[in-house]
């Protein structure tokens, strides 16, 4: 079974210093892993999405994921933090073309 | 380009009462997706439908729980008898199936359950 594990709960940064945002992915073959994150009263908007070319991907609003086989992980960065970064990111496994597998979440908080 | 939208936004009922929300997805997907989401939790997958047909069903769908998509457009999912552990956002979201292995979903703004 695929899963996705991400290690921080909340994460805060002060803006204009680096974000990371990590997670570890466990599945049997070859995944598709994606960040979406979640802005309060808004619905979940794709940041990122991995689907076996580049190892590293860019998203939009400058952040990053690097896909990590050896390391089964697929963290998120950005290389300076801005205020409305302040939201809800999930990484998520997809097992095919159908549901979307959703980890726990990390609260990023930025503070100015 | 029109979204996910659903309706309502926002549901408070009181336990055992029915209840049933709407799914319009973005026109020219012909998947469709439901999801349940609990405070601090990631959103949990229900069931999803391609044009008309109910492909799969979490085993979190209680048999008090049905979706239907009638005509491959907009979706409905109905709650019987609600319990209070039914409080939740339920959220809804659309993709157009490619010959590649992932399509984007697009998220609609979720219906948020309260049961008293």
């Known amino acids: 079974a695929q899963s996705v594990t991400q290690l921080d709960s909340h994460v805060s940064v002060s803006e204009g210093t680096p974000v990371l945002l990590r997670c570890n992915y466990s599945?049997?073959?070859?995944?598709?892993l994606f960040w979406y994150v979640q802005h309060p009263n808004k619905g979940l908007q794709l940041l990122l999405k991995y689907t076996s070319a580049a190892t590293l991907v860019k998203g939009i609003n400058g952040f990053e994921a690097e896909f990590k086989k050896s390391e089964t992980s697929f963290h998120l960065t950005k290389p300076s933090a801005h205020m409305s970064d302040a939201a809800e990111y999930f990484c998520v496994v997809s097992p095919g073309t159908d549901k979307l597998i959703f980890g726990t979440g990390t609260r990023l908080q930025v503070f100015p | 380009d029109t979204g996910v939208s659903q309706d309502p936004r926002h549901k408070i009922t009181k336990r055992g009462q029915n209840v049933t929300f709407r799914c319009d997805p973005i026109?020219?997907?012909?998947?469709l997706y439901w999801y349940r989401q609990t405070l601090g939790q990631g959103p949990e997958f229900l069931t999803y439908f391609q044009n008309e047909a109910q492909l799969e069903k979490s085993r979190l769908l209680s048999d008090r729980f049905s979706a239907e998509r009638p005509k491959g457009s907009f979706s409905t999912l109905e709650i019987q008898r609600t319990e209070q552990g039914d409080s939740a956002m339920y959220l809804c979201a659309s993709s157009r199936r490619l010959a590649v292995n992932y399509n984007e979903q697009f998220f609609g703004p979720g219906t948020r359950l309260t049961v008293l």
């Open positions: 599945s049997s073959y070859s995944p598709s």
């Open positions: 026109s020219e997907h012909n998947r």
